[in-house]
Every structure is written in structure tokens, then in C-alpha cells.
């Protein structure tokens, strides 16, 4: 999953990725239609890696919420976020069957919804983990490291 550089920018509708640094701020793209934005530094800026959401025992990465949607619908598009609120519920409960209902509005849930298909059409989620790959790619390369160590 690779939505380390998408954004999401108060009082704009949909994601951005983050293109350019400035000096007074950034260069961000739609992920919608694909027009470029310079977006100051009075603006409110959210990664999509620092967001979390509430659970009854922990806050949960919002990575890992689209991980959990894509294994739900096997990498496809979700449910859509103009269902009715009872919808949303039930079905954000299967997803993470622990999250707090008290402080996880139908708002929020809309918007996580929302966010997923947009990421999901772009090809940027998947029910696949970035961690699990890349220690499969590494343990050999620190297996043979180790080995070298022990014969010396």
C-alpha cells in the first residue's frame, strides 16, 4: 500500500498527492482530476499515514483500515459512502468490529469509505502488507548476514 504521500487538505474535497515542496508551503495533486494545487501553509494538511481511528482498546492506522476493507472485498470497491447511515454501521463493523462508536461518527466513516474507493480505483490499496513483503524480501539477506558472522 503506498499512500505515504496522499493527503488530505481541510475544505478540499477528495486526496492529493504531495508532488513538490516550496518554500511557502506545497505542490499537490488531485487524485480526482489530476489538477495541481500550491496549498499554503495556513491550510490543514493530514497524511494519510498519520491518521488513526478509534478502537475500544487502540487507535488503529487508517492503513490498516484499507487493508481490512480490500481483504473484505477481495481488492475491490467498497460499498459507496451515500448509503445510509445504518448501512455504513453495520458494514464499517465488519470491517473492525472493534471500533468506538461513541468518538467514530457516520461522518467519519463516510469519508474512510469514501477515501477507499478513490485509493482503491487508483490502484493504491491492497489487502497485501508492506510489512509482510518486505520481510520476506530481507530475511535471506539477514539470514546469510547472520551466517557470515557466526563462521567468522
Known sequence: MSIEKILAISGKPGLYELKVQTRTGFVAESLIDGKKITVGLRNNV???TEISVYTYNEEVRLA???????????NGPAISHKED???LEEYFREVLPEYDEDRVYVSDIKKIVNWYNLLQSKGLVSKET????ATEAEAPEVTEAAEAKTEE
Not at 490498516?64 to 477481495?74: H, Q
Not at 508492506?130 to 513483503?133: F, G, I, M, N
Open 46 to 48: 493530514s497524511l494519510l
Open 64 to 74: 490498516e483500515v484499507f487493508r481490512a476493507i480490500a481483504e473484505k472485498e477481495d
Open 85 to 87: 447511515n445504518a448501512k
Open 130 to 133: 508492506p510489512a509482510e513483503t
